[in-house]
C-alpha cells in the first residue's frame, strides 16, 4: 500500500485537500484528529501533557483544553519541544495501525494528514510527501478569521513550524493554494490521478 504524506503549515488548506481526497475514496486519517483523542480525561497522555504544563490546562471534566494548551505550548521553543515529545509518539502509533488495517483490507493508497510530520522527522515512514503551500499572511488571516487566536498566537504557531520553502523541499507533490479554490481543486484532481496511478501499478 502506498502511504502519502499530506502536510503543510497553519492553515494552508491541508484539510481542504484531505476532504476533496477523501471524497474521491482515498483512505485519510488525520493526525489532529487522532491526537485529540489522547487529550481526553483519564488518559495517559493528558495526564504527561499536565504534568508538563499545569492544571490550567484542564476542562473542569478533565479533558484538556486545546487552546489553553496552544498557548503554553507555542510560547517558546523549549515548550514546543516537550509537547512535541509527549504526543507524537502516540499519535504515531495509533497512525501506524490503522495504516496497518487499511493495508490488510487491501487499500492499495491512503493519506495521512499530518501539520508537522517533517519537523518530527515523520517524512520517512511515507512513500510520497504533498506539501500544501499558500502565503503568510493567508494564513495568518485565516487563522484569526476561524477565530482560532490571536495574530500573535497565530505567528507563535507559524514560529514552531518550517517555513514553506523548507517543507517544499521534501516534497515530492506541492498544492499552491494561494489562489482561488477552483485552482486547488484542480491541482488535487491532478495529484490524485498521479497517486492512483502509482498505487495501481505499485
Given at each position: 500500500?502506498?502511504?502519502?504524506?499530506?502536510?503543510?503549515?497553519?492553515?494552508?488548506?491541508?484539510s481542504?485537500?484531505?476532504?476533496?481526497?477523501?471524497?474521491?475514496?482515498v483512505?485519510?486519517?488525520?493526525?489532529?484528529a487522532?491526537?485529540?483523542?489522547f487529550?481526553?480525561?483519564?488518559?495517559?497522555?493528558?495526564?504527561?501533557?499536565v504534568?508538563?504544563?499545569?492544571?490550567?490546562?484542564?476542562?473542569?471534566?478533565?479533558?484538556?483544553?486545546?487552546?489553553?494548551?496552544?498557548?503554553?505550548?507555542?510560547?517558546d521553543?523549549a515548550?514546543?519541544?516537550?509537547?512535541?515529545?509527549v504526543?507524537?509518539?502516540?499519535?504515531q502509533a495509533?497512525?501506524d495501525?490503522?495504516?496497518?488495517?487499511?493495508?490488510?483490507?487491501?487499500?492499495?493508497?491512503?493519506?495521512?494528514?499530518?501539520?508537522?510530520?517533517?519537523?518530527?522527522?515523520?517524512?520517512?515512514?511515507?512513500d510520497?510527501?504533498?506539501?500544501?503551500?499558500?502565503?503568510?499572511?493567508?494564513?495568518?488571516?485565516?487563522?484569526?478569521?476561524?477565530?482560532?487566536?490571536?495574530?500573535?498566537?497565530a505567528?507563535?504557531?507559524?514560529?514552531?513550524?518550517?517555513?514553506?520553502?523548507?517543507?517544499?523541499?521534501?516534497?515530492?507533490?506541492?498544492?499552491?493554494?494561494?489562489?482561488?479554490?477552483e485552482?486547488?481543486?484542480?491541482q488535487?484532481?491532478?495529484?490524485?490521478?498521479?497517486?492512483?496511478?502509482?498505487?495501481?501499478?505499485?
Open positions: 500500500m502506498w502511504r502519502v504524506l499530506l502536510t503543510g503549515g497553519l492553515c494552508s488548506g491541508k481542504t485537500v484531505a476532504g476533496w481526497l477523501g471524497a474521491m475514496g483512505p485519510v486519517l488525520d493526525a489532529d487522532i491526537g485529540h483523542e487529550l481526553a480525561a483519564g488518559t495517559p497522555t493528558a495526564a504527561a501533557l504534568n508538563a504544563f499545569g492544571p490550567a490546562i484542564l476542562e473542569s471534566d478533565g479533558a484538556v483544553n486545546r487552546a489553553a494548551l496552544a498557548r503554553l505550548a507555542f510560547a521553543p515548550a514546543t519541544r516537550v509537547l512535541n515529545a504526543l507524537h509518539p502516540p499519535i495509533e497512525i495501525r490503522r495504516l496497518a488495517e487499511l493495508e490488510k483490507a487491501g487499500q492499495p493508497l491512503a493519506v495521512v494528514e499530518a501539520a508537522v510530520a517533517l519537523e518530527a522527522g515523520s517524512a520517512r515512514r511515507y510520497r510527501v504533498v506539501v500544501v503551500t499558500c502565503d503568510r499572511e493567508q494564513k495568518i488571516q485565516r487563522f484569526l478569521a476561524r477565530g482560532r487566536g490571536t495574530r500573535a498566537e505567528e507563535a504557531r507559524l514560529a514552531a513550524q518550517w517555513p514553506d520553502k523548507q517543507k517544499a523541499r521534501h516534497a515530492d507533490f506541492i498544492i499552491d493554494n494561494s489562489g482561488p479554490l485552482a486547488t481543486r484542480h488535487v484532481r491532478d495529484l490524485f490521478s498521479e497517486l492512483r496511478s502509482l498505487a495501481v501499478g505499485h
